[in-house]
């Protein structure tokens, strides 16, 4: 089975820190995502990575950046965390976009930022 | 931009049948994903449909017309247990899924 493993189950920052948020998954998957849960709003596409050193702007980058160093490392950067950033987020990985190409989750990081 | 609507909250009773609608107007269509997700746990895949048609799977089945721009979940014989989020998204061509905003179903017994 695939496992994607997210760093922090829970997390509190105040606001204007620096927050990293870590994701590894071990099987190779090419593709790995970021994506933000809210109520009402559904999961929102931050950023997108589809190869190493490779990354792509989802739909709400504003405010995040990315870094794939490792094929099986994706990491989240909040460069001044804001109380709108308040959220869970979720990673994920999967293998190239062909057919049926479905994402494995990690169980995400619930952040709060004060 | 991309448009995929979903209801909010369904409610069903044990053993009965429900059907989770999906729509969407996307700027490009690859396939369409229905994902799982209990509370407080990750989205787990249930279904994928590329072309027009049911797809069936023990329980559960996923119907797709894209000419219409729709999509059902269907799942029979409900279980307590299937009291989750259902999430619809449609990969659009940009190497990522797009997502609606989910569909709380409650069985009640």
């Known amino acids: 089975d695939v496992k994607v493993t997210q760093s922090s189950r829970y997390l509190v920052k105040r606001t204007g820190e620096k927050v990293f948020l870590e994701c590894v998954q071990d099987?190779?998957?090419?593709?790995m995502f970021w994506y933000r849960q809210d109520p009402g709003l559904g999961l929102r596409l931050i950023y997108f990575?589809?190869?190493?050193?490779?990354?792509e702007k989802g739909d709400i980058p504003e405010g995040y950046s990315v870094s794939r160093e490792k094929k099986e490392r994706f990491s989240l950067i909040l460069e001044s965390a804001s109380t709108n950033q308040t959220s869970m987020y979720l990673c994920?990985?999967?293998?190239?976009?062909?057919?049926?190409?479905?994402?494995?989750f990690g169980s995400g990081t619930q952040l709060s930022v004060l | 931009g991309q448009n995929i609507d979903q209801p909010t909250e369904m409610t069903a009773t044990e053993g009965a049948i429900v059907q989770i609608n999906c729509t969407y107007q996307?700027?490009?269509?690859?396939?369409l994903f229905w994902y799982q997700q209990h509370a407080g746990e990750a989205p787990t895949f249930l279904s994928y449909?590329?072309?027009?048609g049911l797809e069936e799977k023990g329980r559960f089945s996923s119907f797709l017309s894209r000419s219409k721009g729709y999509s059902y979940l269907l799942l029979k014989e409900l279980q307590m247990k299937d009291s989750a989020s259902y999430l619809c998204?449609?990969?659009?061509?940009?190497?990522?899924?797009?997502f609606g905003s989910g569909t709380r179903l409650q069985v009640q017994p």
């Open positions: 449909n590329v072309l027009d």
């Open positions: 998204a449609v990969d659009t061509g940009r190497r990522a899924l797009t």
């Open positions: 099987m190779d998957h090419e593709n």
């Open positions: 994920a990985s999967s293998l190239p976009f062909g057919a049926n190409e479905k994402l494995f």
């Open positions: 990575s589809y190869d190493v050193k490779m990354k």
């Open positions: 996307t700027s490009g269509f690859n396939g």
